[in-house]
């Protein structure tokens, strides 16, 4: 694989865990009015997506070592569409803290494996290279995600901000 498509593949699996978490919580008074809840309940949301997203690195890694890269990101980037489509279609808060939590889950997988994938096809200033990139895309995501939810929310609905 070449060093640009590492490059582009670290990124996006890197960058998905905080863009997810940043791009709704422009959208959260919203959420908070759609379900008549309280804000503790939907800022409880963020809670467990953190929550789903730390523990999950721990899981992710040692199973990409023994399954193979390749099968560990489908699998977690499915269970992270998953969590997005329940998160999308959520009837309630409840339903809602549920999808954030199995989002986390699927969205921990960049984290913890695109640097593997880096170290296991490449070394010196290669590798060096692709992982700052992959670091300036992981500072830029969170940074512009806000503002990209807030376009979302106000075109689309608070519901838009999982697709």
Do not use: H
């Amino acid at each position: 694989m070449s060093a640009r498509r590492v490059s582009l593949l670290g990124a996006l699996l890197v960058a998905i865990g905080p863009i997810s978490m940043a791009l709704y919580t422009p959208a959260m008074p919203a959420i908070v009015e759609a379900f008549g809840s309280t804000e503790s309940a939907v800022k409880m949301t963020l809670v467990l997506y953190f929550g789903g997203f730390a523990c999950s690195q721990l899981v992710a890694g040692p199973l990409s070592d023994a399954l193979g890269r390749k099968p560990v990101i489908f699998l977690f980037m499915a269970i992270y569409l998953l969590g997005s489509l329940l998160a999308m279609l959520a009837p309630t808060v409840d339903t809602l803290m549920v999808a954030r939590f199995v989002q986390g889950v699927g969205a921990s997988v960049g984290v913890a494996i695109s640097r593997a994938v880096v170290r296991d096809l490449f070394t010196g200033d290669d590798s060096s290279r692709i992982m700052n990139l992959i670091g300036i895309i992981l500072a830029l995501g969170p940074a512009i995600s806000p503002t990209l939810g807030g376009l979302l929310m106000e075109a689309f609905g608070w519901r838009s901000t999982f697709v």
